[in-house]
């Protein structure tokens, strides 16, 4: 039985990651962090929580992943973890650069040490490109980062082909675009709109606050992204891969689609409120998955509109349950019992 440790297995890929590996019959291990309060949310959605093996580790702390290793001896190692938000990264750079830039590193140097053989994934981003130089972006784009997190994402890229180049070590870095679905965090935007389209419809919620509502982003359905992450694993030789689905949209467009799901319309109900807006945005993104078509076979199945469907129909299924008392592990009520908005504190001076 192949095994396989996946680190950040409490966010939206570390599960659908699990769920993947376990019907291909691995033993998984993922890693969670020590919080005031447990998030396993996610894994106990999907059904897998009593399937897989929790182990402590944090990105700062490099003897975590040392003992880690030193038990597990995995085949395959998928690192999902990171401070994954772009705006927070603008609130915290240096907390940033730490876990999502020198993390990386971290992980490497022991897996160099100690299982040399494994096999190595690292979740790169469509962030990277940032005021981007070619359009669609490939595995050839020149990149440009935009925001603390982009650009600790590309240190973390390089160093994945630098212990390639160097150590003959079998690391691939998946270059992701934006990836969506109901376990989505409710801070980004796709789930934000779906989350209040759900509680508005119900009449729980009177409007939606939003940012620019003219960034485009290429968006597709995560648990058909994992599979990528998976495959790129399977080659015989390690290689980069930009993951996408070829078509962008604007944020404007998911609010349209999303609020027509309900039978609304999002002028009605969305405001532009200039706290959401970053202090460097990227205005563009649309990637070209030809090479992942090519050499994996990989095409993306879910299209925008199925997307969007998928994630207004679950929010609104959720908010039904809960309005008829039921309680399940799901993240959004947490947020809504003060009915608060936390605005980004870039924005504060405004
Ligand atoms: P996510 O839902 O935010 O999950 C991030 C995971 O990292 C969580 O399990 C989190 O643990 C863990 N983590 C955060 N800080 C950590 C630390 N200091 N030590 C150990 N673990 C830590 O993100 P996602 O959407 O699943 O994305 C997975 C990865 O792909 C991330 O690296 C992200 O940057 C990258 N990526 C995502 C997309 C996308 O569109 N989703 C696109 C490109 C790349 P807690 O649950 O304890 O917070
Ligand atoms: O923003 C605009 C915002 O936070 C998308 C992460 O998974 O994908 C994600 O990063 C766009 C931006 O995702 C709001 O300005 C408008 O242009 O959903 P997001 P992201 O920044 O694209 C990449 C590939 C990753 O790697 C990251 O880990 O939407 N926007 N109004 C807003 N965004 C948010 N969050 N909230 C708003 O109110």
């Keep these: 039985m192949k095994v396989a440790l996946i680190t950040g297995i409490t966010g939206q890929d570390g599960a659908y990651l699990a769920k993947f590996l376990l019907s291909k019959g691995y033993k998984v291990y993922g890693t969670y962090r020590r919080l005031s309060t447990p998030n396993f949310w996610r894994l106990q959605a999907l059904g897998v929580l009593d399937k897989v093996e929790l182990v402590s580790f944090d990105l700062i702390d490099q003897s975590s992943m040392l003992n880690i290793l030193k038990k597990i001896k995995p085949d395959e190692i998928y690192n999902l973890a990171a401070q994954s938000f772009v705006g927070a990264s603008f609130e915290q750079p240096v907390s940033t650069a730490e876990i ?35 359009i669609p972006q490939n595995e050839k784009t020149p990149f440009y980062p935009r925001s603390p ?131 460097s945005e990227v205005d563009l993104l649309v990637g070209d998955p030809a090479q992942a078509k090519q050499k994996l076979n990989w095409k993306p199945k879910t299209t925008f509109k199925e997307l969007v469907k998928i994630m207004v129909q679950e929010d609104l299924n959720r908010w039904q349950r809960f309005q008829k008392g039921e309680h399940f592990p799901w993240d959004a009520p947490y947020d809504y019992v003060f009915g608060k908005t936390i605005s980004p504190t870039y924005q504060l001076d405004r």
């Design 149 to 279: 997190y982009a650009a600790a994402k590309l240190y973390a890229h390089w160093v994945t082909i630098n212990y390639r180049e160097a150590y003959n070590l079998f690391t691939c870095s998946g270059i992701l675009f934006n990836h969506e679905s109901p376990l989505r965090g409710l801070e980004f935007v796709t789930r934000k709109i779906t989350n209040a389209v759900a509680r508005i419809k119900l009449g729980l919620q009177k409007e939606l606050l939003l940012g620019n509502l003219d960034a485009k982003r290429d968006w597709g359905y995560a648990p058909d992204f994992v599979e990528a992450m998976w495959l790129m694993l399977q080659q015989e030789h390690p290689d980069d891969f930009v993951i996408a689905t070829g078509e962008t949209h604007t944020v404007r467009e998911f609010c349209e689609v999303a609020f027509q799901e309900v039978g609304l319309h999002y002028n009605d109900y969305v405001k532009v409120d200039e706290r959401f807006f970053r202090p």
């Design 100 to 134: 999502t830039a020198l993390g990386l590193p971290r992980i490497l140097d022991v897996m160099r040490i100690l299982c040399p053989q494994a096999k190595f994934y690292q979740a790169s981003s469509s962030e990277m490109f940032g005021k981007v130089q070619q």
